[in-house]
């Protein structure tokens, strides 16, 4: 069964801190995998996109990195800022003719930035 | 402006009384997928649409139903909705699904059976 597995569930940090999520997959077969951020009541956004052959991806102070041989991915935020305070969600999808279209998410970071 | 649209944004309803939530997008995305949101489970996939008449489930398409008539409609239909159903459901859409293509989600809509 595709399963995403996220951690932490959850972390405090200073302002200006950096911090890293960690998101383990097994989906297979692997077509892309995406970190979006959702602020509470709000859809996700999406911050990361990364296919097979990328290892690292970044968008202003979020660094996504890809190891597709462990199927492990990290985010990395630097410089934290209050603004970013929400559920950080990892989503990994599939592809292949019985596969293509499904996505599963993990259950997200909630991440809390305190002044 | 892109967007994806999402009617109603609250909806509560009676068991067994049949609904639809409705999705627009104006990207004139191919791919278009319903979620469900509840506490500690995160984001599960309902159903999705690859493209005008081809929808497929997800992993709890259980209770849904959805049409593709129109590539920038796709509405989610409950035919006998249930108190399990209570949840907050995002619509998604993107120009595909392999590959690097973004997906964009609607609002939400929060709808309570009692």
């Known amino acids: 069964k595709n399963q995403v597995e996220q951690s932490p569930q959850s972390l405090i940090i200073l302002e200006g801190k950096n911090c890293t999520l960690q998101c383990n997959y097994t989906v297979s077969p692997f077509s892309n995998l995406r970190w979006y951020k959702q602020d509470t009541g709000r859809g996700p956004v999406s911050l990361t996109i990364m296919t097979f052959s990328e290892n690292t991806k970044s968008n202003g102070r979020y660094t996504a990195t890809l190891d597709a041989d462990t199927k492990q991915s990290s985010l990395h935020i630097t410089a934290s800022q209050l603004s970013d305070s929400a559920s950080y969600i990892c989503v990994v999808s599939a592809k292949g003719n019985t596969n293509a279209g499904k996505s599963t998410f993990g259950d997200g970071t909630t991440l809390t930035v305190k002044p | 402006e892109a967007q994806v649209t999402q009617n109603p944004r609250y909806l509560i309803t009676v068991t067994g009384k049949k609904l639809t939530v409705t999705c627009s997008q104006n990207m004139n995305h191919e791919y278009m997928s319903w979620y469900r949101q509840d506490p500690g489970l995160g984001l599960r996939q309902i159903y999705y649409s690859m493209n005008v008449e081809v929808t497929d489930k997800g992993d709890v398409p259980e209770g849904y139903k959805v049409s593709r008539k129109e590539k920038r409609n796709f509405p989610l239909i409950l035919e006998s909705p249930s108190p399990n159903q209570t949840s907050l459901y995002f619509c998604?859409?993107?120009?595909?699904?392999?590959?690097?293509?973004?997906?964009?989600f609607g609002p939400g809509t929060r709808l309570t059976v009692t």
């Open positions: 998604a859409s993107s120009n595909g699904q392999g590959g690097s293509y973004e997906q964009y």
